[in-house]
């Protein structure tokens, strides 16, 4: 009598659909699995600022070739800050490439590109000047590490008003 009942075509779909489930039930009641293990966000430790001079900071203008084995420098109001992640901007060749190893205060604070403005001392910028020059000091503070202090401000060039 089982046997006709397996062979028959009711035996038989029976059969199939409580195997189906049994399957079912097996995987909804199989613990779900734990959750990917996410590794905890670990912040770059910060670089440890250095007291540096305009001399320190010359050379470090980054590589013509784009590669990371020099970094990049640039000065704002005495802070030395480290650009070497966007040498598409900083870097040789590049649009603010004039700034990398110098003091570029005077620069950002009047507009200029030229590199006789750079190094010069920010004394005669006028009151709209300085604000400018406050802005961009916060937006490298935002965005990139300083690893550095100048010990004095950049030098008058011969002939400037202190």
């Not at 870097?91 to 200029?112: E, H, I, M, R």
């Not at 030229?114 to 937006?139: I, M």
Request: with cysteine; net charge negative.
């Amino acid at each position: 009598m089982l046997a006709e009942f397996l062979l028959s075509w009711e035996g038989l779909l029976s059969c199939v659909v409580g195997a189906l489930l049994l399957l079912v039930i097996r995987e909804l009641l199989k613990p779900a699995p734990p959750p990917p293990r996410v590794e905890q966000y670990k912040p770059k430790p910060k670089p440890e600022i250095k007291e540096m001079t305009l001399e320190d900071i010359k050379d470090k203008v980054g590589s013509k070739d784009g590669g990371a084995d020099v970094p990049i420098y640039l000065a704002i109001n005495g802070k030395v800050f480290d650009v070497s992640k966007a040498p598409h901007m900083y870097g040789p060749g590049s649009s603010y490439g004039v700034f990398a190893g110098n003091d570029c205060s005077y620069c950002l604070g009047t507009g200029s590109l030229d590199a006789k403005d750079l190094n010069r001392s920010t004394a005669s910028l006028s009151y709209g000047e300085k604000e400018a020059l406050a802005e961009w000091l916060s937006f490298f503070e935002g965005k990139y590490d300083q690893v550095g202090v100048l010990p004095q401000p950049a030098a008058a060039t011969p002939g400037e008003p202190e």
